[in-house]
């Protein structure tokens, strides 16, 4: 009896040792996910106290701004990361594009925990922080789609969406291992230890999964819808390549604001403006991104059944109408902190049901020669745009209105812009990979 098989929808052939490729594709791609998104949300987190160690401008209001606009110029480079290593992939493969980011994301992480302070070398301190979050970015912006192209690719046809809602929740691994991390020594050493030395633990910690990282991405393999494009690469004309790369630039725009709002930003806000304690905030983020790593998951497997469109404009739909309800119950006078974790964990459990279908969808769209190249360029220059400056901007639009609420605003464009695109997009759970 022959132990070879077929895919469900493009006869496909699957070899016996696929599964274990399976497996070991998915370890692969999911290490350099959570490292990544590890480094970002440790940065976030202690931006309070990275402001007092890189930027020394007499005014804190200031000194924040300056520590968050650093964290936007991560994603400044990520756009130019992801079309280098993008064409890089599309030509020489995924498997050794993931390697390149990996080898960049361990360096930058372990850079950081051992900068100097602007009490120690003056200015040359926050030039060193840009060039660390550049590095970052760099690499950022071309792990962002190598490991969710690498998925896709990876998995069976009728289970892309599942497949692709591992990507997330490598993520959402990441920066539930950032927010535990930094909790947990915010709460061991106290906040005074924490500002002392303790920040730099968190960096140096996630460079020691640099060695694991690259022996368990050098031993996967390439993936089989690579290798067979190689043979016989799919001709795309300029004026279609274009419209895809509008579209996955647009639809995912609510997803960038909403992640970067609830899940970095919103540690500092509820310090600010609903009194919560810095242990009590980033407990209370810890939590959400639980809650939407497990929403993504669910998302990815409903998705190769109803679609992926269903689920994204599901919560597009219930952000635009609950996101000022949500913040205003979440602020109103006497809000306890159960109240604000509450919240927090709704508006996180939303983006999940888009982020997880979000990796398969972006992926479907484009042909397997030009994939890299086009998802990481479109989406990379949206999460630099919504993205990376979003906990900036957050702050910015309270600072000029005075109003906590204005964060809401922010949210609801994001979702607007998402639904449009999301009108305007085939839906792609079915097409083959060409």
């Not at 190769?304 to 109103?332: E, H, Q, V």
Request: proline share 4%; aromatic share 12%.
């Amino acid at each position: 009896m022959s132990t070879e098989a077929y895919g469900a929808t493009t006869g496909e052939r699957i070899l016996p040792g696929s599964v274990l490729s399976r497996v070991k594709a998915v370890a692969g791609a999911g290490i350099g996910n959570v490292l990544e998104w590890y480094d970002f949300t440790v940065y976030a987190y202690l931006a309070g106290i990275l402001s007092t160690k890189f930027f020394v401008t007499g005014n804190e209001s200031t000194a924040l701004l300056a520590t968050f606009a650093v964290f936007g110029v991560g994603f400044v480079a990520r756009p130019l990361g992801g079309l280098l290593i993008g064409l890089f992939g599309d030509k020489y493969g995924r498997k050794p594009a993931l390697l390149l980011t990996f080898m960049m994301i361990a360096g930058s992480t372990g850079l950081m925990g051992i900068l100097p302070t602007y009490a120690s070398i003056g200015m040359a301190a926050p030039i060193l922080l840009v060039v660390a979050r550049l590095v970052q970015g760099i690499s950022a912006g071309g792990e962002w789609g190598g490991a969710a192209s690498f998925l896709v690719e990876w998995a069976p046809p009728h289970r892309r969406g599942l497949y692709g809602s591992l990507h997330p929740l490598a993520i959402t691994t990441g920066m539930l291992l950032g927010s535990g991390v930094t909790g947990g020594l915010t709460s061991l050493l106290g906040s005074a230890t924490m500002a002392d030395w303790g920040w730099r633990i968190p960096f140096l910690f996630g460079a020691l999964i640099g060695p694991l990282g690259l022996y368990v991405r050098s031993k996967v393999d390439e993936t089989p819808v690579f290798r067979r494009a190689k043979n016989a690469p799919t001709v795309v004309s300029d004026f279609s390549m274009t419209r895809t790369m509008l579209l996955a630039f647009a639809f995912p725009a609510v997803q960038s604001v909403v992640t970067y709002v609830f899940v970095s930003y919103f540690t500092t806000f509820t310090q600010k403006y609903a009194g919560l304690s810095a242990s009590t905030a980033l407990w209370s983020t810890a939590l959400g991104t639980l809650v939407q790593g497990l929403a993504c998951v669910a998302s990815g497997w409903l998705s190769d059944k109803t679609g992926r469109k269903f689920n994204m404009l599901a919560s597009c739909t219930m952000l635009i109408l609950f996101s000022y309800p949500l913040l205003a119950f979440a602020l109103s006078s006497g809000a306890s902190p159960m109240r604000v974790i509450l919240v927090q964990s709704a508006f996180t459990a939303l983006n999940g049901l888009f982020l997880g279908s979000m990796p398969a969808a972006l992926a479907e769209m484009f042909p397997t020669s030009r994939r890299l190249t086009g998802l990481t360029t479109a989406y990379n220059l949206q999460s630099m745009v919504f993205g990376g400056f979003a906990p900036f901007i957050a702050s910015w639009l309270i600072t000029q209105t005075g109003e906590p609420m204005s964060l809401s605003y922010f949210i609801m464009f994001g979702a607007v812009v998402s639904v449009v695109a999301l009108l305007l997009m085939a839906e792609t759970v079915r097409k083959e990979l060409t």
